[in-house]
């Protein structure tokens, strides 16, 4: 399969003309010898330890491009617990702001080829479900970056299909989760949750990063289960560092922030 993207008249044949050509190669013992295959079209070759370095390569180049091909500029980033569902459970309610945060999101006027604040999430069910699912509701895209985990974790129903993509490694999923962030939204979750939140703050911290919006959906929440403010008395965190997030209760809430923070005009909203 040739891409878009190539150039109209090429000297060498294409990657795939080749691979095609290959496949149909006389069988002969050295042609049937796994030393004789294409090494790109050789998955036993790609998936060998020493391959590591080239995979992690692959991982990171394909999401890019993929969505540098649909024009997405920028996104929201949507991390929450893959436990809470639209209703039955005592946070279900964070299912609803997520739907609606994600919803008014998707309607903001784009003023230039690529789409800015695409809503992206980790592409599971519950919370990230709520997520795709507001941009879904207008009939707006968004990402979904899905893992592969040792219980299947499909990608929610309300995911655009071209933009869902599956990782192998931990850290190139949340590279990318970063790399076109305009904001954080993070709902109320566990280790997974925790763990993506926390990697930002301290890119942001330690100035890796610039700084962006970081909201925290349910100041109860998160103060019964983090104390921030005993991380400053015991001088591990300065005060200054409880500034790099805003905690805030409702979609409203996180989006009127939002538009005032990359001053959006109003009639955006």
């Known amino acids: 399969m040739t891409s878009e993207h190539e150039p109209a008249h090429r000297i060498y ?44 390569q692959l991982e990171l180049m394909k999401p ?43 309607q903001l006027p784009q003023q230039d080829s690529l789409r800015h604040f695409v809503v ?43 933009l869902s993509f599956q990782f192998h490694y931990f850290a190139l999923r949340k ?22 939140m926390f990697e930002t703050l301290t890119l942001i911290q330690t100035g890796k990063i610039d700084p962006i919006p970081i909201f925290l959906f349910g100041k109860a929440f998160w103060t019964t289960v983090v104390n921030f403010d005993a991380l400053v008395s015991y001088g591990v965190i300065s005060t200054d560092d409880l500034k790099l997030f805003h905690f805030v209760e409702t979609a409203e809430e996180a989006f009127d922030s939002l538009v005032q923070f990359y001053n959006l005009s109003r009639s955006e909203k």
């Open 120 to 162: 992206m999430s980790g592409g599971g069910p519950s919370i990230m479900e709520a997520a795709n699912r507001g941009a879904h509701d207008v009939g707006a895209p968004s990402v979904a970056l899905n893992i592969v985990l040792p219980h299947e974790q499909a990608p929610n129903e309300y995911v655009t299909p071209e």
């Open 13 to 56: 044949p294409s990657a795939s003309d080749s691979a095609e050509h290959a496949s149909h190669s006389t069988a002969t013992p050295q042609t049937l010898s796994p030393s004789y295959k294409l090494a790109f079209a050789d998955l036993d070759f790609l998936l060998r330890e020493d391959l590591r370095p080239v995979r992690f």
């Open 175 to 196: 590279m990318h989760f970063l790399m076109r962030a305009k904001a954080l939204c993070v709902l109320p979750g566990g280790f997974g949750t925790f763990d993506e």
């Open 64 to 106: 890019e491009l993929y969505m540098k091909e649909r024009g997405i500029g920028s996104t929201v980033v949507f991390y929450g617990s893959a436990r809470i569902p639209e209703s039955g459970h005592a946070l279900s309610h964070y299912y609803t702001e997520a739907r609606t945060l994600a919803r008014l999101l998707s």
